[in-house]
């Protein structure tokens, strides 16, 4: 059911029959359609990267370095041998965990933040700011080196360091649309009409105010993988050899004049996921607007 | 989303629009294709650039452009250069007898310009202001520098160098022993901080009590003998390699020392004092350092090439900057090989090789904790490497395998003895897993294998390879686990050290068994002790007679592999390119069949400086104009 | 407002000196100092003269009061990694490159996003709109600079020679590091243009449709345009402040002696006086970024209500 607008409603009350238009407009949306397609396949084939890759990550064959793709490895090996295909697959694997790890982490400290300061002001907004400052002010190597040294590196000490250093993103972001979305009549007419506090927060103004968070959580993946790439060399996140799209970009791109494979594979990788789920998320994003047709 | 109503119109014009640009980048991708292809290398159809180095941030006035190809009339003589030498025939006039080195800073820190102000934070060109005792030859020969000749005492307890008269510094000083004395009493003095003292520990009485401020620095066995020009050395006990290790005896001036109190006046180009045969000009330690001319010079040593000019980058890939002219040399790694094999301007180029500082890169082992604290496992790792197959993967054609801590052609190195105690044989490796205790590497504990990021070596290639190599060979599951360098070698030289099993190299300072050696010895940065090899140090150290020598440091190298606190890997060597228009006898082969400038390199340290000079076919190549007034 | 502003500061003042006590205490407490890389370890007596030449003996809560004692003297002290000036004469040097740059970066990646965004906007769609948002916008935001650097230069300096491959001194410098480095920040400032301008049109042509007239129009597109800058603000604001400090991938690819690299090598290297000062940077930029923010949101949506900032 589209929503009626009033001149001066411009985001009315959301009803329960919303969701169901929300996904109704959302298949509709060709182009979100297929690209949703396109990013469940990319999930599904991190998800089970053992199943279906021919090789293993780590498989080398020192006398077949930088081969180009022949029936043995469709897509040729890298400096190491190993198959180029696989370590693709596999890097999915690590690449989503972390591109989605470190933002839903970010966002799930950072919105409720965002939402209550934004909304209720006061002493609340004015520790969220000086915490926004904060976190902003501290160099991310050092506390990286400090974390490494308290608690070693790895994988999921790297997710929880994005995490946790992706949240002042989130949290401005969710604080800005509380922040102008508080004083819109709607939310002082549910007032008037004695909707709680946390209702209207959640049911009323989220909906309204999730769009661009959506379109920021979509840019953080790429972002998220570029980042976790730049922290490996001090030991925290992904080790060789495990596979992973922003490590094999690094490491494969002094290979750009010698094998484009090796450099330009994860970047195709990248990209495609990028450009799926940036529309996946534009599309979302269209389908809970109420005002957007 | 609504599909578009946008009118017809719209939408033709945007098709048309569609195809000029589907043309235009097939039109590109054609051209780019096509354009590689190109050989520049006849005519100079790749001109040289206008563009200049360091323009705006040099303190000289960019004024006349001393450099640049000129046309040379075709037969007739080079001429003189800046400092009065008679180039040789074939040479480039004066006025491009200058050389360009890169300098990559990332991770150096720039300070001063002499060995005994700073080591580690020395900038690009420095030690060029004086003439040590002696100097290295292509051969690795140890030479005569300042001093003519020199001797060791009968009782082997000192050393007595004889300095040539008549080498002026350019304030109007003679060069003299007290130089000499001044400076090294200088990099002992606590107050100065030198960050190098191990150099002289145990080698010069009482330096290691100066250093720690129980005795003044006057006390330590560095002094003036009969007459201004000999100079004394005292040892801490008899020490052979003397004459090795004063290579690097590149005096400040005692004059300028007095002046003003530490090394630091070398830096700026108003102070600076040089008796060698290059001044300063220009310290910009973010951009460039150059070095002209020294008008005042009178050593003997006088060299065709008279400016040098270091471009300092942060960073950043080297070979376009060496294929557009910016630069007269690179080093390159197998990598950027592969790479110059596809560029038009430099693939042609002859690939120059040689072992630089004699590089051993190698596993260490914490030999105090279990499971390496059993030399069962040790040798087990050392007999399961491939290395033949890592090199040629990974590292050929600039690397050979490594049997033992010292590279052939160094000073006492052997190698047969040593190939059976380390070769591959995977049987063996097993074998030996078994009788430690671990059969088919079951039990044994997870380890950490720790690595920090360098080019050259290929570091994170290799560790990779030996970590499976190791890891299907034995059965058992090493992890690698990267670290920055700084937290690397912090760890490892942590007191007990904090690595369980590590990467890493280790180049030499002078030319002897000695100083390589002494990296394993009790109290160094391993964590192997081992009283014998400590025994057989302190006798290679002080015995004279060569032949003996040998035989203490081959008994010495074979404890080091055989009880494997380490598995070496490989020895490194360094790839050169040179632009043909530098030419001369310091790129020459040598006896070992290694070419390009050895190590040092292109100092007062090595007789390279008088051995290089810049061919008239300059004009052929690429070369960017510097404008740098020297 | 002028209240309001000078509240702000004096609060990132007193956050900012909270910070730098924090901040001095973890540098420290990161394992390894700033004379560690050596090959040989140093004997105990030689470390020892080092550290007590840099001051570095003393109990931290000296140190830090040293340091803030100078702070005040305007004296930042000498950095580790570059001995032969001092962090003033570093920052002075170094920074203004970083700036130029930087400064010409923002003015061509969102100017051009601007554009780019509002013509896939208003040509939804439509196989422009397709181009821009997919393939330009996402090579801007997948492709990493560096590979772009590297292209840039094979393509423009090495092949064609038509500009340097890097270095600083000359006008042409700035081409090549401007163009890799804005391309991220304007595939990012075309994503929210179009955003925000798609929202713009279809409320339009909803109104449109019910044919109200134009003053309906104007008063729902002022309406739905400031509730769409507010995102873009808050996204685009902060990239400012990260591109006035530099990236240390450009200023190693185009061998520009900007400070840009200094923030990821100082820490790295433990430079203890550079990091303080490097801080302090990044202190003042991002709270007046942040200051500046919401600002701006009270100006674009006068409905904003702020604290302390009277209507």
Aim: hydrophobic residues 45%; proline residues 6%; charged residues 15%.
């Amino acid at each position: 059911m589209t929503a009626v607008s009033l001149p001066l409603l411009d985001a009315p009350a959301v009803s329960s029959s919303f969701w169901h238009a929300a996904w109704y407009r959302f298949k509709r949306n060709k182009v979100a359609l297929v690209s949703g397609v396109v990013a469940l396949i990319i999930l599904i084939v991190a998800a089970f990267a053992p199943l279906i890759a021919p090789y293993g990550y780590a498989a080398q064959d020192l006398t077949h370095t930088l081969a180009s793709p022949s029936v043995h490895h469709l897509l040729g090996t890298d400096q190491l041998g190993r198959d180029l295909l696989s370590r693709a697959i596999f890097g999915a694997r690590t690449s989503m965990i972390v591109a989605f790890g470190a933002p839903v982490i970010g966002a799930l400290i950072g919105v409720p933040i965002g939402m209550v300061s934004g909304w209720f002001g006061g002493l609340a907004d004015f520790m969220a700011l000086r915490a926004f400052e904060v976190f902003t002010m501290v160099p991310q190597i050092l506390m990286a080196l400090l974390l490494i040294s308290l608690f070693g590196g790895g994988l999921i000490n790297l997710l929880l360091f994005l995490g946790v250093t992706s949240w002042v993103g989130f949290g401005r972001l969710a604080r800005a649309q509380y922040l102008a979305l508080r004083d819109r009549d709607f939310v002082k007419a549910g007032k008037a009409m004695g909707v709680p506090t946390g209702r209207l927060i959640f049911v009323h103004v989220l909906p309204n105010a999730v769009g661009p968070m959506i379109v920021y959580f979509v840019q953080q993946i790429p972002a998220t993988i570029f980042t976790a790439a730049g922290f490996s060399f001090l030991g925290l996140g992904v080790q060789d050899p495990l596979a992973d799209w922003g490590k094999m970009i690094n490491d494969g791109e002094s290979y750009l004049q010698v094998s484009l494979l090796v450099a330009l594979l994860p970047v195709f990788c990248i990209a495609l996921a990028t450009l799926s789920f940036s529309f996946v998320g534009d599309g979302l994003r269209d389908a809970l607007d109420p005002t957007s047709r | 989303m609504e599909p578009s109503t946008q009118p017809e119109s719209r939408a033709s014009h945007l098709s048309r629009r569609g195809f000029l640009l589907a043309g235009g980048a097939g039109a590109l991708s054609w051209w780019l294709a096509g354009c590689g292809s190109n050989n520049n290398t006849g005519s100079s159809g790749a001109k040289p650039n206008s563009n200049n180095s360091s323009g705006t941030t040099g303190s000289n006035s960019p004024a006349t452009a001393s450099a640049g190809p000129t046309t040379t009339t075709g037969g007739s003589s080079p001429g003189t250069n800046a400092l009065g030498l008679k180039l040789p025939d074939g040479a480039a006039p004066a006025g491009d007898q200058y050389y360009v080195q890169p300098f990559d800073s990332t991770g150096a820190s720039y300070k001063a310009l002499d060995f005994y102000e700073t080591v580690y934070s020395r900038a690009p060109l420095a030690d060029e202001f004086t003439i040590p005792l002696v100097r290295l030859d292509n051969n690795y020969n140890i030479v005569p520098g300042a001093a003519t000749h020199w001797e060791q005492s009968a009782d082997k307890l000192s050393w007595t160098f004889h300095i040539r008269p008549g080498i002026m510094w350019s304030d109007g000083n003679e060069l003299t022993a007290n130089d000499y004395v001044q400076t090294l009493r200088y990099s002992a003095d606590p107050k100065h901080a030198w960050d190098f003292t191990w150099f002289w520990s145990g080698v010069i009485k009482n330096y290691t009590q100066a250093v720690a401020g129980k005795m003044p620095t006057s006390a330590i066995g560095v002094k003036q003998g009969k007459d201004k020009y000999t100079l004394v050395f005292e040892t801490e006990g008899p020490i052979a390699f003397m004459d090795s290790a004063c290579l690097y005896t590149t005096p400040l001036s005692a004059a300028g020392l007095a002046k003003y109190g530490s090394g630091s006046y070398n830096i700026n180009p108003k102070t600076c004092i040089s008796c060698g045969p290059y001044i300063l000009t220009t310290f910009e330690p973010t951009s460039t350092v150059v070095l002209g001319p020294n008008k005042k010079y009178t050593g003997p040593f006088k060299p065709p090439i008279d400016g040098l000019i270091a471009k300092i980058y942060a960073g950043g890939d080297m070979l376009p900057r060496f294929s557009t002219g910016e630069i007269d040399t690179i080093n390159v790694t197998a990598l950027d090989l592969k790479v110059a094999k596809k560029t038009p301007k430099v693939q042609d180029l002859k690939l120059y090789t040689n072992p630089n500082d004699f590089e051993i890169w190698y596993t260490f082992f914490n030999t105090k904790t279990a499971p390496f604290d059993n030399m069962k496992v040790r040798q087990a790792f050392a007999h399961a490497v491939d290395r033949n197959a890592i090199i040629n993967s990974l590292l050929a054609p600039l690397a050979i395998p490594a049997y033992g801590y010292l590279m052939p052609g160094y000073p006492f190195a052997v190698t047969k003895p040593l190939e059976p105690l380390t070769n591959y044989d995977p049987a063996k490796a097993k074998q030996l897993m078994s009788e430690a205790g671990f059969p088919g590497g079951k039990g044994f504990p997870e380890v950490t294998f720790n690595w920090w990021a360098n080019a050259p070596s290929n570091t994170e290639l290799v560790v990779q390879a030996l970590t499976q190599g190791w890891n299907k060979t034995l059965g058992i599951n090493i992890k690698l686990a990267e670290m920055d360098k700084t937290t690397f070698y912090s760890k490892m030289e942590h007191l007990p050290t904090q690595l369980q099993m590590g990467f890493v190299s280790y180049g030499m300072d002078y030319f002897d068994a000695s100083n390589m050696l002494s990296v394993y010895k009790a109290g160094g940065r391993h964590n192997w002790d081992n009283a014998e090899y400590d025994k057989l140090l302190a006798q290679g150290a002080a015995e004279s007679d060569t032949a003996k020598r040998q035989e203490i440091y081959t008994r010495a190298q074979i404890l080091l592999t055989e009880q494997a606190p380490a598995v070496f890997i490989f020895h490194l060597l360094y790839g050169y390119l040179y632009w043909p228009y530098i030419e001369g006898p310091a790129l020459a082969m040598n006896k070992d069949h290694y070419d390009g400038i050895q190590w040092p390199g292109f100092y007062a340290t090595s007789t390279s400086l008088t051995e290089m000079y810049v061919g008239n076919n300059v004009t052929k190549y690429p070369r960017q104009s510097q404008n740098i007034q020297l | 407002m002028i209240v309001y502003l000078v509240r702000r500061l004096l609060i990132l003042l007193l956050v900012m000196l909270i910070v730098t006590m924090l901040i001095f205490g973890l540098m420290h407490a990161v394992p390894g100092g700033p004379f560690d890389q050596t090959q040989q370890p140093l004997p105990p007596a030689a470390m020892a003269n080092i550290m007590r030449k840099y001051g570095l003996n003393l109990p931290l809560w000296h140190q830090y009061l040293k340091w803030l004692w100078s702070l005040l003297h305007g004296d930042l002290g000498v950095p580790f990694e570059e001995p032969t000036m001092t962090v003033n004469q570093l920052i002075r040097t170094a920074w203004p490159i970083t700036l130029i740059v930087g400064g010409l970066t923002i003015a061509v990646s969102y100017v051009g996003g601007l554009i780019m965004g509002c013509v896939a906007a208003l040509r939804h769609n439509t196989w422009l709109d397709w181009l821009l948002t997919s393939a330009v916008s996402t090579a801007g935001v997948a492709l990493p600079n560096y590979v772009v650097g590297f292209l840039l230069i094979e393509i423009f300096a090495v092949r064609l020679g038509w500009l340097p491959t890097g270095g600083w001194g000359h006008p042409q410098d700035v081409i090549l590091p401007v163009i890799a480095f804005a391309l991220y920040p304007m595939a990012l400032m075309a994503r929210y243009t179009r955003a925000s301008t798609l929202e713009v049109t279809y409320a339009d042509y909803v109104r449109m449709g019910r044919a109200r007239g134009l003053s309906e129009r104007r008063i729902t597109y002022r309406y739905i345009l400031r509730t769409s800058l507010i995102p873009l603000i808050t996204v685009m604001g902060p990239n400012i402040p990260n591109i006035l400090t530099g990236s240390i991938f450009i200023e190693a690819t185009f061998a520009l002696p900007g400070l840009g690299s200094y923030f990821t090598t100082a820490s790295l290297h433990r430079d203890y006086p550079l990091i303080m000062a490097l801080v302090l940077i990044v202190a003042v930029l991002w709270g007046v970024c942040y200051i500046l923010s919401d600002v701006a949101y009270t100006l674009v949506d006068p409905r904003v209500r702020l604290e302390g900032l009277s209507q």
